[in-house]
């Protein structure tokens, strides 16, 4: 197909460690058929030769920690017809979000030798808190199958379908053992997004919550379920406050722990 035919696309990167971008490069084969099908605007992990906007679909990768994010993320919002967020970064401020509970004058002042010349923001924060998103496809990392659903969604003209539910779910579909019923293992699985294939789960370990919530958390029910397999407040807060630390639904809840 003529370039000029096909939908040009765009991945673009913030503070990030590159693994959701990995996870797109790793496709492979299904790589090289959506290769075919759209045009590669801009991916500096993978071409030298960006090209201007606007572009169809924006897969954004990393959160917000600089005015200057502020202001890029602004500018790539106004050339993106579609605009999706990618990993825990993207949608809920990633690791880097632990500096929001603390002092970052203190932090910068621990890690670098001269921060006088380092410029960042309080605090590290969605995309979504910037701009509007058409889509947030959660995970540390993503899923390749639900990045695959979501471009090839939009090169037909439809809604990608992305599943909502838990991680509980998929331990059904699987055949897994309730660690949390089976071994009193504690467990993020029945507050978590699907998208992982209940990979922990599946060797024996429970989830970590690497999807960040789902749209159906009861945590209310949930906290106590933590505390009868033996997790303390301490442990509790710390489950909630990894990879997506800054995700309201798990945000709201550790401030509360933590403030017992």
């Known amino acids: 197909m003529p370039d000029e035919y096909r939908p040009s696309l765009a991945v673009w990167k913030f503070a990030s460690c590159d693994g959701c971008q990995l996870t797109l490069l790793d496709c492979e084969g299904e790589l090289l058929d959506i290769a075919g099908r759209v045009r590669i605007s801009y991916f500096l992990e993978a071409s030298s030769a960006p090209e201007d906007g606007p572009y169809d679909l924006s897969l954004v990768e990393g959160s917000i920690t600089t005015a200057h994010d502020v202001e890029r993320i602004g500018r790539i919002r106004q050339v993106s017809r579609r605009l999706v967020t990618i990993g825990a970064c993207a949608t809920a401020g990633g690791v880097q979000a632990l500096r929001n509970h603390a002092e970052v004058a203190e932090f910068l002042s621990v890690v670098y030798a001269s921060p006088e010349y380092i410029e960042t923001l309080a605090t590290s924060t969605p995309v979504s808190a910037h701009v509007p998103v058409d889509l947030e496809l959660r995970g540390c990392p993503i899923d390749r199958g639900q990045l695959i659903e ?111």
């Open 150 to 260: 979501v471009i090839t969604a939009y090169l037909a003209g439809r809604s990608p379908d992305v599943p909502s539910h838990s991680v509980c779910f998929e331990c059904k579909r699987r055949g897994t053992v309730c660690v949390t019923v089976a071994h009193g293992t504690p467990c993020l699985g029945p507050v978590t997004h699907a998208g992982c294939g209940a990979l922990c789960p599946t060797f024996g370990r429970g989830c970590y919550g690497c999807f960040g919530p789902s749209d159906s958390t009861n945590f209310p029910a949930f906290v106590p379920l933590l505390r009868r397999d033996g997790m303390e407040t301490v442990d509790i807060v710390r489950t909630l406050r990894t990879f997506n630390t800054a995700a309201p639904e798990f945000d709201a809840v550790a401030d509360e722990e933590a403030g017992r």
